[in-house]
Each structure stands twice: as structure tokens, then as C-alpha cells.
């Protein structure tokens, strides 16, 4: 692909051009600026932002369904913009309301930049996927979500990715699970996400269903949490499209940051912050390119003075 044929992709065509490489599409969990440079630094190809992640930082609430539409949407079109080349996938959770909710925040996604979102069947007051008592809306209400996201995209012209997420294995089995994954397949969506898989069974079985299919499956390893374990390595044998990492940043920066302060608290400074100057943190977000573009509007305005005195 030409460099012109690469910067006229959208931001839901870069993402699809990375999943039909059939490679599985590792994503850290980002949730503000800073993590979004710190993923982009070393190299990411593909961002995730975390709904878990937005709710704690920007509003300091834990993930049920406190986090609104508006911060979401914001935090999105901020992260999706720092580089627009590297896509991101943005939690949508419930869509936020009703079906005209939803289509207002997939028409606001695709706005703002974002790649592909992924958009679920809990009840609106929702929770993290990962803890107990949750709760489903019934098939036809979830498909109506998935329907509106659909329309529009269609109406907005979009390639946005539609990511179609079922809670649905805690509260009503496997085979509903599945079953309403292939459902919203049929409505439109792009990727599946089971989520909450605990067992090695339910991977296989959730990998086999799509398998051939040409339908990506998402698979979310929470850290921490009791959903079964892989590695990206095992992801890729498995054939999984996406994996998301929610907690990668989230759980350093809490353990990371207590700590320091913990020390700081009994008035010891964490021996780690002496070795990192504020130009070295400054130059992750963008430092050297900002003051490049600075010095460039400045030797010109410099060259027109001179021409015009
Ligand atoms: C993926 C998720 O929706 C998120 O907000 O990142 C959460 C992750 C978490 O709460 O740790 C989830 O429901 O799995």
C-alpha cells in the first residue's frame, strides 16, 4: 500500500486492515493521555480504551455504569487523536440508554476518531464484566443495540468496527451466549466478545463456533480476575483476533503510584523518581514534536517579516 493509499485509510480501516492480517491484535488497556503515550512509545499498534479505566481516572467511580457518555466520548476523541495512525478500540458498554442512545454514541464515536467499540447486553445500571450479579437485558433489546449501531454506520458512512459483547455467560450459559453472538453477527456486527470466559472449554468452544467463519473473536484477559488464562502466544493458536489487556496500565499505575506515595507518606522519596527527569516524561508526550512544529512556525514568520519590511 502507497503512503498516500495509507493516510486516506480511516481510523475503522486501519483497524480492519490490521485484523485481516489474521494475526492476533494485542491491546493495552489505556485511559488518559499520558497511558495512551506510554502505549504508543513502545509501540502498540492497536489502543484499547478501557471503560473500567476512564470511570476510575476521570471520575474516580468504580465500573457500574457511573462513567457517562459524554466522558467517554471526550476521553475517546482525546486519546484517538494523539496518533490518529494507531486505531482504538473504545468500550461503549451499554451504548448508554436506548437505542437512540446508542445510535448518539456511535455517531459520536466515529466523530471523534475511534477505530471500533465494543457494545454489550447488560442492563444499563451495568457493572465490570468480572464481578458478580450481573444482569442482561433480553435478546431482542441487545439486538436492537447492535441494530442501531448498525444504521448508523450505514447512515454516517463509516467503517467504524462493531464489536457485538455478551454478558450473557453468567447469567444465562453458554449456549445463549453464543447464541446471541451469532444473532448480533447477523444483524451486522463485525467481531464477537464473550465475556467473562472462565474455562478452557468455554474458549474452545466459544473459538470453534467462529472458527472458518470469518467473524474476528475478542477475548478479554482481565489481569487479576478469575477468567481463564492465556498468553498472546496461546491467543494466536487459538486463532483469537483481539486480545484486550484492560488492567495494563491501570493495575502498574495503582500499585506504582501507592507505593510512591506510601513512602512519600513516612517522608522517603521513592528512589525510582530521582531517575526520571521532567523532560524525559515531557518527551513521551510529544515534547520533541511539538517544538519542532513551533520552530518551524517561527523560522517562517521570521522569513515573512524579513520579505515584507
Ligand atoms: C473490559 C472492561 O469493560 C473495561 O472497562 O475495560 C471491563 C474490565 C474491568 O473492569 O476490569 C470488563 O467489564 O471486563
Known amino acids: 500500500m502507497s503512503r498516500q493509499q495509507e493516510l486516506a485509510l480511516s481510523p475503522g480501516g486501519r483497524l480492519r486492515q490490521l485484523l485481516a492480517t489474521g494475526k492476533t491484535l494485542i491491546c493495552p488497556g489505556v485511559y488518559d493521555g499520558f497511558s495512551a503515550r506510554m502505549a504508543l512509545t513502545v509501540g502498540f499498534e492497536c489502543l484499547y480504551m478501557t471503560g473500567a479505566g476512564v470511570s476510575m481516572s476521570r471520575i474516580g467511580m468504580p465500573d457500574i455504569g457511573l462513567v457517562t457518555q459524554t466522558e467517554m466520548v471526550d476521553t475517546a476523541g482525546m486519546i484517538a487523536n494523539i496518533d490518529p495512525k494507531t486505531p482504538l478500540i473504545a468500550d461503549a458498554d ?37 464481578l458478580n450479579g450481573k444482569e442482561c437485558v433480553g435478546l431482542s433489546e441487545y439486538l436492537s443495540r447492535i441494530k442501531a449501531a448498525v444504521e448508523t454506520r450505514e447512515r454516517r458512512k463509516s467503517d467504524i468496527v462493531i464489536i457485538a459483547r455478551t454478558d450473557s455467560l453468567a447469567t444465562h450459559g453458554l449456549d445463549e451466549a453464543l447464541y446471541r453472538l451469532k444473532e448480533a453477527v447477523k444483524v451486522g456486527a463485525d467481531v464477537v466478545f464473550l465475556e467473562a470466559i472462565t474455562t478452557k472449554a468455554q474458549l474452545e468452544t466459544y473459538c470453534d463456533a467462529f472458527r472458518g467463519t470469518g467473524v474476528a473473536t475478542l477475548y478479554n484477559r482481565v ?57 524525559e516524561i515531557f518527551r513521551v508526550c510529544g515534547m520533541d514534536e511539538i517544538q519542532e512544529r513551533e520552530q518551524g512556525v517561527n523560522d517562517w514568520a521570521r522569513a515573512f517579516k524579513k520579505d515584507s519590511e
Request: charged share 20%; aromatic share 8%.
Open 94 to 130: 451499554t451504548g448508554y440508554g436506548t437505542a437512540v442512545n446508542v445510535a448518539r454514541t456511535v455517531e459520536r464515536y466515529i466523530t471523534v476518531g475511534v477505530a471500533g467499540f465494543h457494545l454489550e447486553d447488560q442492563v444499563v445500571t451495568k457493572r465490570c464484566g468480572h
Open 223 to 279: 489481569q487479576g480476575s478469575h477468567g481463564y488464562k492465556i498468553t498472546p502466544k496461546e491467543a494466536e493458536q487459538y486463532g483469537l483476533g483481539i486480545m484486550l489487556y484492560p488492567a495494563s496500565c491501570l493495575v502498574p499505575a495503582y500499585t506504582g503510584i501507592t507505593s510512591a506515595l506510601q513512602k512519600l507518606r513516612m517522608g522517603v522519596e521513592e528512589e525510582r523518581s530521582e531517575r526520571v527527569a521532567p523532560l
